[in-house]
């Protein structure tokens, strides 16, 4: 079964904005994976990509993917089509999202991914401008209607030689978080970073700061999802008090 093109493309639209805002309920994606089943996966360009070779010989638990070596099931949208319980691994070292079909594997272009979903975190493709530092794949951490929050994932590699091989082991690089407020991304890799952008804010991002310090030290990624959802509801008060 085909889909008129103006019919698929505006499909394609709503199924990507909810994918980006929200979470899928189970009749939605019931729906959604018939429309894959209609259009005809195996048909599409999903499976027309470039083969999948892995370059670095890796023996120890010092990998280059995200989560896991192993494929997960995780939705997509690529080339304007959603896919959903598809087999995928996401290479973080090579910024490469793989998926893997019945006969092989198979690199996606990275300029055709508008986002996917693996084990529970969400990631987008964010297409600021070539002259945008923020670009490539972006695990989504908080958003709402005024504030995205980003992490951006990163491995460094180490190569490693014994007698016989060469291997490689890859490790998790430090990298700082970006949001988007008010139509413009922003570095956050301190507590004056935040205080710059929400200078009205001073007073309540230091008492934050300081109140959540040991949940900051802990767990990054929980304390910035805090530290903008609180800046969210002063942003919103403000507007309401006003």
């Not at 934050?208 to 002063?234: G, T, V, W």
Request: proline fraction near 2%.
């Amino acid at each position: 079964m085909r889909f008129p093109k103006n019919l698929k493309s505006g499909f394609t639209s709503i199924l990507v904005c909810l994918f980006l805002s929200q979470s899928l309920t189970a009749q939605e994606v019931k729906t959604y994976s018939w429309f894959d089943e209609a259009v005809g996966v195996t048909n599409t360009s999903l499976y027309n990509g470039v083969q999948y070779v892995e370059q670095h010989r890796n023996i120890n638990e010092n990998h280059k993917f995200f989560l896991s070596r192993d494929f997960i099931l995780g939705t997509l949208y690529y080339d304007g089509q959603p896919y959903f319980s598809q087999l995928l691994k996401y290479n973080v070292f090579d910024e490469v999202l793989i998926v893997n079909s019945k006969e092989s594997l198979f690199q996606l272009i990275n300029n055709k991914v508008d986002g996917f979903e693996l084990g529970g975190h969400k990631f987008i493709n964010v297409r600021s401008g070539s002259h945008s530092r923020v670009q490539g794949f972006y695990e989504v951490l908080f958003e709402n209607e005024q504030i995205l929050v980003l992490k951006e994932h990163s491995r460094y590699m180490n190569e490693l030689k014994d007698r016989k091989f060469v291997h490689y082991e890859f490790k998790p690089q430090n990298k700082d978080y970006e949001i988007k407020y008010n139509n413009e991304y922003y570095e956050i890799s301190s507590r004056r970073d935040v205080m710059k952008i929400f200078s009205g804010l001073k007073k309540e991002i230091r008492d934050i700061y300081s109140s959540e310090r040991a949940l900051r030290r802990s767990n990054p990624d929980e304390f910035m999802i805090s530290l903008f959802k609180e800046i969210s509801q002063l942003i919103q008060k403000q507007n309401i008090e006003i």
